[in-house]
């Protein structure tokens, strides 16, 4: 199990030993050990709060460990610094991609490395070593000259990916949660390149929660629980037991989790919660019409560009429409604003949940009640014990841990953080609810808890309608699967009657619905 | 669990501990170093000014800045949306304008007057709420639109900034700055109803929770439902007309209207809302914060007044104090460690 067995041959791209950090209250790592032989793909899970991204921010130089030492290709550093660890080829792939949004593919791909040439910076060179870069080794075409912003978050990942492995020095690069805005295709080309990068030798280093990806693409996977590792798994010599998914979880939980999704009974019932005919934006949407019934999940996935965003977006009224009805619970609903939406009945919990899920700045309670402040307050005033109760109902009821109402945010995970944007809606009285990749980004332990509470929303009557990238979620969790290709709904399928294989096949174009 | 690493002599990296409480300490003096900076102050001067801690002196500092607490609980408003409103000089100029307008040419009680003066204010915030909202220009630009045509309708109006005059007024209007309500000078009282009206509003009430909420994150406040467009319009309108008022009080206390004069109160106020902000635990722009960035600046400026300094001076050390505590504020915000745990 330990690290050190593998030392020899190969030798070391990454050798962190006996790391701790603590924050205020917070024990982050706890003499934690990760290594990365050369030229390996080495993978790295736990559940949020293990440690993850602690010990890759010390790597990174941002934070400073309290104790333990970092080899970098078999020397010690000394002292940890952005600089110092880039200048040892070490490259971050960053799950936040920064990236400034009015500059084109090619300068932000070679900002802070531009080529010169006779007369300053090189641009039509660059442009061309940026084009041929993404298509070479990424595999995706895209126009140098275009502009940041105008660009999908898949493709800007791809662009932040290209940006850190551009200058070929990169020896051990550091991916933490790449797949997380890419859509099921899409990780596939991601995963080619990792592929080609691993044939050139370089050491990789995957931060991850999906564990299928993680076994799927990497040689080894270190564990982490508590701010600690607790197992170095082979993924690829056939040795026995063959290592799974489920042993992973096993090491990542502490224990077993039976069953991922919840046993749901559906109850057809004749309401319909939320019904759309043939919306139209005149641009990416084409006709759209779809209907969630009332104690249904309701599916919706569809590859990036497909109009999966579009159509969540004219649903939330951050969308014009030109033609097309929404009703919701049977009565028109004005889609021209997302407060007209919410006021309608919809609750919508965004994908991007740190910029448009919540008030990082807040207090948990306060994110809570944000939607439904008027029902702790009289007159415009705000009862502050009755929000600050509700917060301790919701965060109980969610098991938002660490407990604590009046803790801001920030300070939370990501699965718990989106544990909060749900209590925000469960206090309401929304009957359709939208949701947008909700897992994202979540761990195991809190996914489970996450589809738990859909199922429960539905078996309260209220129809979910579930977007998300994931086929294995859809499955488990929706009565039906809704198929977006194109701007249209190309397939709607009982989910019990469909399989992953033909799932991604539908979203990718690559089979008629039947 | 692991085992023990397999040897010790590798050089350790660099291990630096700053201990929990060490940590703490260093927390709590960028959160309360303003606080400690001005009560600092106010030990010097006392030392330094013998006159600086006589009671009427302290009186003299609240009145003189109760006009500034206005404006800077308006701006707190503004910032605290998300926005910045550079044109409360003009909304602060149309006050008192338009009052004495008022009573002047139309003969208008002085009560009429007060509404016309926060009537004027109102439709400054008119045009900022139309510019930001319909318009979607950012407030920065918006307002400073604002502020440009304000400033010259104003010397179209009065010959190029020529004063306007009102000797006549009302023993009433004029005991908006003058008099006194049960022995307290009526701008402290004034003032300080504005100050709880914005309390109120800001920290504890549904809306307040609200316009914090846009000016962190607008797009959580609009898929939470919450009409952001309207309540940008109230804010701007609110702001506005709150400032009108301090216009309104420099008119009676001067008894006549000087063109441009609410320009000087800009910066301040913007100021006051940033010390203010420092002191809260997430740096949000808040009432209690802004009261204590307002007696800030103005005990600093009424020390260095008694300690009977060149008055050119003056301004430089204002500046260089005032930089001084706001750094010492923010120094240690990016250090903090954000994020405990993704």
């Known amino acids: 199990m330990k690290a050190t067995s593998l030392l020899e041959g190969a030798g070391s791209a990454l050798e962190m030993e006996t790391v701790s950090k603590t924050f205020p209250g917070v024990r982050a790592l706890d003499r934690a050990n990760l290594s990365v032989s050369r030229g390996e793909v080495h993978g790295l899970v736990g559940e949020n709060g293990a440690g993850k991204s602690t010990i890759i921010k010390i790597l990174a130089g941002v934070y400073r460990a309290d104790a333990g030492k970092v080899n970098v290709d078999g020397a010690p550093l000394e002292k940890i610094d952005p600089a110092s660890v880039h200048r040892l080829g070490v490259r971050f792939i960053h799950q936040e991609i920064s990236l400034v949004p009015h500059f084109s593919v090619a300068e932000s791909v070679f900002l802070g490395q531009e080529q010169t040439g006779k007369f300053g910076t090189a641009k039509r060179l660059m442009r061309q070593r940026a084009e041929a870069f993404l298509t070479e080794t990424l595999g995706v075409e895209l126009d140098g000259r275009a502009l940041v912003r105008d660009l999908s978050v898949a493709e800007r990942k791809l662009v932040q990916i290209a940006r850190a492995l551009i200058d070929g020095q990169a020896k051990l690069v550091v991916f933490d949660e790449p797949t997380a805005v890419l859509a099921a295709a899409e990780v596939q080309t991601l995963f080619a390149a990792i592929d080609a990068l691993r044939q050139a030798g370089k050491s990789m280093l995957y931060v991850s929660h999906y564990l299928n990806e993680i076994h799927q693409i990497c040689d080894r996977v270190t564990v982490f629980r508590n701010g600690t590792d607790v197992g170095v798994m082979n993924l690829r010599q056939s040795q026995e037991p063959q290592v799974g998914v489920p042993e992973i979880i096993r090491l990542m939980v502490g224990r077993d989790i039976d069953d991922l999704y919840p046993q749901r009974q559906h109850t057809k019932r004749k309401q319909k919660a939320l019904e759309v005919t043939d919306l139209d934006d005149g641009q990416r949407l084409r006709g759209v019409s779809l209907t969630v019934g009332a104690g249904e999940v309701v599916g919706l996935t569809g590859i990036i560009g497909s109009g999966r965003a579009e159509l969540v977006d004219s649903l939330y009224g951050l969308r014009k429409i030109r033609s097309g009805q929404i009703l919701v619970n049977e009565e028109p609903a004005k889609a021209n604003s997302p407060a007209r939406a919410v006021r309608s009945g919809l609750a919508l919990v965004p994908r991007d949940r740190r910029n448009d899920g919540l008030v990082l700045d807040m207090t948990v309670a306060d994110n809570v009640n944000l939607a439904t402040l008027e029902e702790v307050s009289t007159l415009g005033w705000l009862n502050r014990a009755a929000a600050s109760r509700r917060g301790d109902e919701s965060m109980e009821r969610l098991d938002v841990r660490p407990r604590g109402s009046q803790a801001v945010s920030r300070l939370l995970s990501g699965g718990n953080q989106q544990k909060v944007v749900l209590g925000r809606w469960l206090a309401s009285q929304a009957r359709v609810y939208v949701l947008d990749d909700p897992t994202v980004g979540v761990d195991v332990g809190a996914r489970s808890e996450i589809y738990r509470l859909i199922a429960d929303l539905a078996q309260a009557g209220a129809g979910v309608l579930m977007c998300s990238n994931d086929p294995a979620e859809l499955l488990g969790m929706c009565d039906r699967i809704l198929v977006i290709v194109r701007g249209r709904i190309i397939a709607d399928i009982v989910a019990a009657e469909t399989d992953l294989e033909q799932l991604t096949a539908l979203a990718t174009g690559g089979a008629e619905a039947t | ?342």
């Open chain 2, 1 to 342: 669990m692991t085992s023990t690493p397999p040897s010790s002599a590798d050089t350790p990296t660099a291990v630096t501990t700053r201990s929990g409480w060490g940590r703490r300490l260093v927390d709590s003096l960028s959160r309360y170093g303003f606080v400690i900076v001005f009560f600092a102050f106010v030990v010097f001067f006392a030392v330094r000014a013998d006159a600086f801690l006589n009671p009427s002196n302290l009186v003299n500092i609240l009145e003189g800045n109760a006009v500034l607490l206005i404006a800077a609980l308006a701006m707190t408003l503004v910032v605290a949306s998300g926005g910045i409103d550079l044109s409360i000089g003009i909304a602060i100029d149309f006050g008192g304008w338009f009052a004495i307008i008022a009573m002047r040419d139309y003969n208008l009680t002085w009560a009429s007057a007060l509404l016309v003066g926060l009537l004027a204010g109102a439709a400054v915030g008119t045009l900022n709420a139309a510019l930001v909202v319909r318009l979607k220009i950012s407030p920065f630009l918006a307002t400073l639109g604002t502020f440009f045509i304000g400033s010259s309708v104003q010397q179209i109006y009065t010959s190029g900034g020529g004063q306007v005059p009102f000797r006549e007024m009302s023993e009433s209007f004029r005991s908006l700055s003058t008099g006194a309500v049960l022995g307290i000078p009526t701008e402290i009282v004034l003032a300080g109803t504005v100050g709880l009206l914005y309390f109120v509003l800001l920290e504890r009430s549904v809306h307040g929770k609200r316009i914090h909420a846009i000016g962190l994150q607008r797009s959580v406040a609009s898929v939470s439902g919450i009409r952001v467009s309207g309540y940008l319009v109230f804010v701007f309108i609110f702001a506005s007309a709150t400032v009108a008022l301090s216009g309104i009080i420099l008119t009676a206390g001067l008894r006549q209207f000087t063109p441009l004069s609410g320009f000087s109160y800009l910066l301040d106020s913007i100021a006051a809302v940033f010390i203010g902000a420092s002191m809260h635990p997430q740096r949000r722009p808040n009432v209690a914060g802004t009261l204590v960035g307002v007696l800030f600046l103005g005990v600093v400026s009424n020390g260095l007044n008694l300690m009977g300094l060149d008055f050119n001076l003056r301004d430089a050390l204002e500046g260089i104090i005032l930089v001084g505590a706001l750094a010492l504020a923010f120094t240690n915000r990016n250090n903090r460690a954000a994020e405990v745990s993704i």
